[in-house]
C-alpha cells in the first residue's frame, strides 16, 4: 500500500508552488492512503499573538459590522421619511403614494459565523482538491495547534457559537469521508505499527520525533516542526525498531503569518511510506528550489514546477 503524509501549509501562507508539485505528484503516485498531519489551516486571526491588534478577527471584522449597521440605520431613516410622506397625503389620495424602500438583505443579528467560515475556506478548498484527486483513498486528518485556534478563541470571544463550529463546519471533513482527531487526543494508530499526530514537542536539536518516540515508545509520523527526515531507534537482540518521521511543510517561511522567524531551519516537503507485510517504510521527500524550479524525486521519477 502506498500512503503519504502532507502537513504544515499554513494556510493563507501556504507555498502555492510546493503544494501543486506535491498535487502534481500524488497525481501521478496514487497513494490510497493520505494522512493530513496537522496545521494545514493557519487561522491567524485567532492567534493569542493576535488579541488586541488589527489581525485579530474580531478586529477584523468590526469595520464589516459598522457598515452594516450604517446600511440598516440608512433604511430606517428613508422607511421613516417614506411613512411621513404617506402620512402627508390626504387620505383620499394615498394610492398615489410611492412604495417604500427595499429593505437591505443584510442581518440584523450580530452573527459571525459567515465570517468564520469564509475564514477557513482555503483549508477546507485544499482538502477538497485532494479528494476530488482521490476519490477512493482512505483519509485521516490529525488537527494541529493552529488548526484548533478557532475553537479557543471562540470558547472565549462568542461561547453561545462554538458548539457550531466544527471540523465539518470549517473544513467539510465529515462530508469528505475524511476521519479526525483533535490536537489534544493522543497520537492515533493507522496502518502496519505507525501512529500519526500533529506533535507538541519542539527542539533545536534535529527532529523532534527522535524525543516522541522514545517518550511514547511507538513508531510516529508527525509535523509541527517543519523538518523533515526520518529516525530510527534499534533493539538489535529482540531484532524490534521504533521509526519516526517529521513530514517537513509546505508553507511559505516569508509569509505574513510567520514573521515570527527570520531564520527557519526547516525542510519543505512531505511524507510517503510503502506498506508491506504489516511494516511501513517511511521516507521523507523533500522539495528543492533550485534554478530550474521546485524540484521532488519520487520512486525514481522527477517532477518539477
Not at 485567532?46 to 491588534?53: D, N, P, R
Not at 488589527?54 to 450604517?70: G, H, L, P, S, V
Request: proline share 6%.
Amino acid at each position: 500500500m502506498k500512503w503519504a503524509f502532507v502537513g504544515d501549509l499554513q494556510i493563507p501562507y501556504h507555498d502555492r508552488r510546493a503544494v501543486e508539485l506535491f498535487m502534481k505528484a500524488m497525481k501521478w503516485w496514487k497513494p490510497e492512503a493520505i494522512d493530513f498531519v496537522g496545521d494545514i489551516d493557519d487561522q491567524l486571526e485567532y492567534s493569542q499573538f493576535s488579541t488586541g491588534t488589527t489581525d485579530e478577527f474580531f478586529n477584523q471584522i468590526a469595520k464589516q459590522y459598522k457598515e452594516d449597521e450604517k446600511v440598516v440605520a440608512d433604511y430606517e431613516k428613508a422607511l421613516a421619511a417614506h411613512q411621513k410622506q404617506v402620512d402627508a397625503l390626504d387620505p383620499r389620495m394615498k394610492f398615489l403614494a410611492p412604495p417604500p424602500p427595499a429593505a437591505p438583505s443584510l442581518p440584523r443579528e450580530y452573527n459571525p459565523l459567515p465570517f468564520v467560515k469564509a475564514n477557513a475556506q482555503g483549508a477546507s478548498e485544499f482538502y477538497g482538491d485532494v479528494r476530488k484527486q482521490h476519490k477512493n483513498a482512505d483519509m485521516h486528518s490529525s488537527l494541529g495547534n493552529h488548526d484548533i485556534r478557532v475553537f479557543k478563541y471562540m470558547n472565549k470571544k462568542a461561547p453561545e457559537y462554538v458548539d457550531q463550529i466544527t471540523p465539518n463546519m470549517l473544513w467539510g471533513l465529515d462530508d469528505l469521508g475524511i476521519t479526525w482527531e483533535l490536537y489534544e487526543e493522543p497520537p492515533k494508530k493507522r496502518f502496519a505499527d505507525i501512529y500519526v499526530h500533529h506533535g507538541a514537542t519542539v527542539t533545536d536539536t534535529g527532529l523532534a520525533v527522535r524525543g516522541d518516540i522514545e517518550k511514547y515508545n511507538i513508531s510516529l509520523v508527525r509535523g509541527h516542526d517543519h523538518r523533515g527526515g526520518v529516525v530510527y531507534k534499534s533493539h538489535p537482540i529482540s531484532r524490534s525498531s521504533l521509526v519516526g518521521m517529521g513530514t517537513g511543510h509546505l508553507c511559505d517561511p516569508k509569509g505574513y503569518g510567520l514573521r515570527y522567524t527570520i531564520n527557519p531551519s526547516w525542510e519543505q516537503g512531505f511524507g510517503i511510506a510503502h506498506v508491506d507485510n504489516d511494516k511501513a517504510h517511511l521516507q521523507f521527500i523533500p522539495i528543492r528550489n533550485t534554478d530550474e524550479g521546485y524540484v521532488l524525486f519520487l520512486d525514481g521519477k522527477k517532477f518539477t514546477n
